[in-house]
C-alpha cells in the first residue's frame, strides 16, 4: 500500500510509518509532500492520507495519528499504548504526558536537521522507535515498585 502525508516529518509523520512497517503492511511505500497537495497526491497515487486534517488516520481531540492507526488497525498491544502515550506527548503541546516525551520530541527535531530527506529521516529514527518499543515492553513486564 502506498501512504502520503506532509514533508518534513517529525514524531507522528516518522512513528506511524515506523507502526506501519512493523505492524500493518511490511511492504509500505511512503511519499512526503508538501502540505497543500497531500490530499491531490493521494487520489492520484491511491494512496492513504496520514497527519493531516481532516482524516481518518489524523488528530483528533487530544489523541495523534499513532492513536488513530492503533485504533483503526485494532492493535491491542500494550506496550504500543505506552508508546502511543510518548508519541502523543511529543507530538502536540502536552509535552509533560510522559517523561519521555521531551525526549523523543529533542530526538526527532535533530535527526529531521541532520537527514537529507524524509526517507532518510525514516531510516534514521526507526531504530529509535523499535527501542522505545522494547522500552515500554520491558517497563510493563517489570513488578510495580521497580
Known amino acids: 500500500m502506498k501512504w502520503v502525508t506532509r514533508e518534513k516529518a517529525r514524531v507522528d509523520r516518522v512513528a506511524c510509518p515506523w507502526l506501519i512497517r512493523r505492524f500493518i503492511d511490511a511492504q509500505a511505500e511512503f511519499l512526503f509532500v508538501p502540505a497543500e497537495t497531500v490530499m491531490e497526491v493521494a487520489a492520484k497515487e491511491e ?51 510522559t517523561p519521555e516525551s521531551w525526549g523523543l520530541y529533542a530526538v526527532a527535531t535533530g535527526f529531521r536537521e541532520i537527514s537529507m530527506n524524509d526517507h532518510e529521516n525514516l531510516a534514521k529514527q526507526f531504530p529509535a522507535y523499535d527501542a522505545l518499543y522494547a522500552y515500554c515492553r520491558q517497563r510493563l513486564s517489570q513488578p510495580r515498585g521497580r
Do not use: N
Not at 50 to 56: K, L, P, Q, S, T
Open 47 to 97: 494512496a492513504i492520507p496520514y497527519d493531516v486534517e481532516g482524516v481518518e488516520l489524523g488528530h483528533h481531540g487530544d489523541l495523534c495519528s499513532f492513536d488513530a492507526f492503533l485504533a483503526e488497525y485494532h492493535l491491542t498491544d500494550p506496550a504500543l499504548h505506552e508508546l502511543a502515550k510518548i508519541v502523543r506527548g511529543a507530538d502536540t503541546s502536552a509535552r509533560d504526558l
